[in-house]
């Protein structure tokens, strides 16, 4: 069954870190792109960072830009998102999602570049003390 499964939320102390995984079951990853999205109640999903199915481009928001560094692991059919020197704001539910894009270079931020049924369940961040 194709699944996508996100995890390694929890509660962090400002400047600490966390990584998050997206793993696929039931397909492979390999022709796909991601995007880890962060969602804070009342507002919609935005985008933190894609990769390309290639590996060979990844974008970041601005906000995490120097922070956050996502990556693939194609033997393990995880990408990950490490969310380093963490903040208040970065806190909410984060979601990766899966798209097939034919340019294999390309990836997006847009929650509107994925289907209803390409995203994780969602993972928690808590930033705080």
């Known amino acids: 069954q194709y699944q996508l499964v996100d995890s390694g939320g929890g509660l962090v102390q400002p400047g600490g870190s966390l990584r998050l995984s997206c793993e696929a079951s039931?397909?492979?990853?390999?022709?796909?792109?991601v995007g880890w999205f962060r969602q804070v109640p009342g507002e919609e999903r935005e985008g933190v960072s894609c990769?390309?199915?290639?590996?060979?481009?990844?974008n970041y928001a601005d906000p995490v830009k120097g922070r956050f560094t996502i990556s693939r692991d194609y033997a393990k059919n995880v990408v990950y998102l490490q969310m380093n020197n963490l903040k208040g704001d970065d806190s909410g539910v984060y979601y990766c999602?899966?798209?097939?894009?034919?340019?294999?270079?390309?990836?997006?931020?847009?929650?509107?570049?994925?289907?209803?049924?390409?995203w994780g369940k969602g993972t928690r961040v808590t930033v705080g003390s």
């Open positions: 999602a899966a798209a097939y894009w034919t340019n294999r270079a390309a990836c997006s931020m847009s929650a509107g570049s994925y289907g209803k049924n390409d």
């Open positions: 990769i390309s199915s290639d590996g060979s481009r990844r």
């Open positions: 039931g397909f492979k990853l390999d022709d796909y792109l």
